[in-house]
């Protein structure tokens, strides 16, 4: 549980700054460009741009797995801020425009110089699946200068997307704000965000999460690819012992909460349509931590946490489109 | 009913090509920035930058009135050319990405300097209603000297958005391609736009429908405008002798074509959810027009007008989120 001291924020997330490109897309698209179905794959500039001439008429909006979360702790009626890198061009301007207005304390500069604020070209095919293909760009520049130790001890949980270890800087900034959090008896909060990001880091991984992180977020994939279990079960008991908290999600399944010796299967409200799975994981997360955050029990935290990614695969983006306050009272009823 | 002479392009389309910027507001938030709801409102630079800092997150997608008819026309299967002045800066790239992917050739070159691309912050209430303001930018650089001729000469209807009219030089720009048209014996479509534009110029507009338009798009407030009618029947009867078609929108009641003295109210299908009316009309001369060009009957054209009207209000933003194929089928079946 959440610690019980007062706090500014109830969560402050850190992640990629990435404002997203959305287009539609069939599935010969993404196999005759090489592309892995469902995955987030880091690309280069002149990729990005191949890419970005080949792919259909987009829609522009913020994005960033971590900045996501933050924006529906926001729209859920929590007090969220949110640490992520952009430039000072016109994406970053975007970036920092729609984090502000959706209710999330912004802090981290812009940078001046150095490569463009980051996208993300994400494919959504029939089925609502997305593909994303990640420029980093100013995301790179993240470093350990821009955690502030203080904002990180005035908020209940410190929230990190696993996406940051990719990059050696961005590495340095996590530990930093682990340990602020750990000195300020504060928790630490991690998403795994994608089973290929866990295998690129695998060892790493399972010591962060066996020495700094208090809940962990996976999906299934990710959860069994953490300690390359057999299976969900067998993963479940290597991650059991590590961590207070463990929240998975498994799709149309809903969520499994695993604590001590206590695991809650949470099944999902129905969904009246699936449009864009795009940020389903980033939702699931802001809706535990929304209700993690007030000290209501698990199974209420797994609750708000279906409810929110139930509402935002019924439209194309991964930000809310109206405030999801609603979904806040429904859980909590 | 369009020149049976064989064409390159069912339409060329010329207007100001903008880039939306779509939030949610509330009805005070219109008041207390002084907007007039459901109107567009041109503004300068300092007031665009002063509505962003104060609206919402928002979704950034390519816009433009007949920019958007354009897109609409190539989503029902027609060939469609646009003509609008983007400068070569990150959201004239994004315009002329969208609407080439979108299937219309785009022939216009991006201005190397001067005024940004042009955007239009829009503010969508609960009702689905769209406040806009546009910044013009680069628009205003639309000069005669990008009017192609021998491209107007090859489709067979060209099609003028009237918020060209306030510009000096794209009038004269507008006036050119009037006169490519005629000389080619091909017909000339305008939109009155907006009723406010039509209070700005209507002497001009009148002057034009008289002497120049062929097809005239309206909504019932704009007919009304135009020759200051005391109701939609007058405005019916005082706009029926100067065109060889009009096409008036009606809201939730549909459409009245009028042709000589034939005049044919068209019912809507019946719409599920108002979304944001962001670019109906747009979508309404498109799916007119789709038809018009294969020389179906106006009942027809109205029909397959409402259609696509009505499927582009389900969701955020003016442009097609999928082809609309279906709905040129089940107009003509």
Redesign the interface.
């Known amino acids: 549980m959440a610690s019980a001291k007062p706090a500014a924020h109830d969560v402050v997330a850190i992640g990629n700054a990435i404002v997203d490109v959305l ?2 897309a069939d599935e010969s698209f993404l196999a005759s460009h090489g592309m892995d179905k469902g995955i987030m794959t880091l690309v280069d500039a002149e990729r990005a741009e191949a890419i ?2 080949a ?8 994005g960033g797995s971590a900045a996501n979360t933050a ?1 529906v702790i926001a729209s859920l009626g929590g007090k969220p801020a949110y640490i992520g890198k952009v430039k000072d ?3 970053g301007t ?1 970036f920092s ?3 502000e ?2 209710g999330v304390s912004f802090a981290c500069a812009l940078s001046g110089n150095g490569a463009s604020t980051a996208r993300c070209l994400i494919l959504v095919t029939g089925d609502g699946e997305r593909t994303m293909n990640t420029y980093l760009g100013a995301c790179r520049e993240l470093t350990a200068a821009d955690i502030d130790e203080a904002l990180i001890a005035d908020a209940r949980v410190v929230y990190l997307e696993g996406y940051l270890w990719d990059e050696p800087a961005a590495k340095e900034a996590m530990l930093k704000a682990c340990r602020a959090a750990r000195a300020a008896g504060r928790e630490v909060a991690l998403s795994l965000s994608d089973p290929f990001c866990v295998n690129r880091h695998r060892a790493e991984f399972q010591a962060l999460v066996k020495n700094e992180v208090d809940i962990l977020f996976a999906n299934e994939d990710e959860a069994i690819a953490l300690f390359e279990s057999a299976d969900f079960e067998r993963a479940v008991e290597s991650i059991r012992p590590h961590v207070a908290v463990a929240a998975i999600t498994r799709g149309s399944k809903g969520c499994a909460v695993i604590s001590g010796w206590e695991a809650q299967m949470v099944a999902p409200d129905p969904v009246a349509e699936v449009v864009d799975t795009t940020g389903a994981g980033d939702a699931f997360a802001a809706g535990f931590l929304r209700a993690y955050t007030q000290g209501l029990p698990l199974a209420v935290c797994g609750r708000l946490g279906n409810l929110a990614a139930g509402s935002i695969i019924t ?3 991964a ?1 809310p ?2 405030p999801l306050a609603d979904l806040y009272a429904r859980a909590t009823a």
């Open positions: 287009a539609h970005y001439q792919m259909g008429p987009g829609v522009e909006c913020s924006a061009d016109l994406l975007v425009h729609d984090i207005k959706a439209h194309f983006g930000r489109e109206r």
